[in-house]
């Protein structure tokens, strides 16, 4: 069984940073592209960061590009969502999520989600 | 960057309906690169298709996807109970993903 685990999530003051991490298991981690998609109430889902099985592609959204930082342990079956110089515009509950295929940018599991705020 | 446009924003219908969903992208786009998800209250989304109309693992067959270039439709021909939810759709290229703003199928 596909499982994903967000963890790292918090209060935290503009310009902070935070970590998110993602514990997966049930399938080849290695195998397949990860991404961490962000939701808020008013701008709905947001596509945040992307990487591929190997660590050696990543792509980010331009409003985070700089600030957020993507990675992967293939060892330790993790993906991680380095933030830093948050914005009250990063509030949103972050997912990390499975690609269904190479090639294939749609996400058939998601984690619960995991929340950051970012408040003053 | 493409922008996708779901309309309408609510839709209100009773069980036992057929729920017809568009997405309209701003320009033309593969049927490869268009995605369906259904989401419900404290739940994340759930992949409904890939590709258009490839239905995802353990998806009913009254669900179904269509559509090309820049218009895509998610049809569910008999509303169950459970299919009262918001759902959004999705393209992806090589280097981003963007959302549609969602539909909210209420009950009626």
């Known amino acids: 069984e596909v499982r994903l685990l967000e963890s790292g999530g918090g209060l935290v003051q503009p310009g902070d940073s935070l970590r998110l991490s993602c514990a997966a298991s049930g399938f080849t981690f290695s195998s397949y592209a990860m991404t961490w998609v962000r939701q808020t109430p008013g701008k709905g889902l947001e596509w945040v960061a992307a990487i591929s099985g190997d660590g050696i592609w990543i792509y980010y959204r331009d409003s985070v590009k700089g600030r957020f930082t993507i990675s992967r342990d293939n060892s330790k079956n993790t993906l991680s969502l380095q933030m830093s110089s948050l914005r009250a515009e990063d509030t949103a509950v972050y997912y990390c999520a499975k690609n269904f295929a190479t090639g294939i940018a749609v996400y058939d599991f998601w984690g619960q989600g995991t929340p950051v705020t970012v408040s003053s | 960057e493409i922008v996708l446009t779901q309309s309408p924003g609510t839709l209100s219908l009773s069980p036992g309906e057929r729920a017809t969903l568009s997405c309209r992208a701003s320009q033309t786009v593969g049927t490869s690169y268009i995605g369906w998800y259904q989401q419900k209250p404290g739940q994340p989304p759930r992949l409904l298709f890939y590709?258009?109309?490839s239905r995802a693992t353990g998806i009913p067959d009254r669900f179904s996807g269509s559509g090309s270039g820049t218009d895509f439709t998610l049809t569910i021909s008999r509303l169950e109970p459970e299919d009262f939810a918001v759902y959004y759709c999705?393209?992806?290229?090589?280097?981003?993903?963007?959302f549609g703003g969602g539909t909210k199928v209420e009950i009626k």
């Open positions: 999705q393209h992806f290229s090589d280097t981003f993903v963007t």
């Open positions: 590709a258009t109309s």
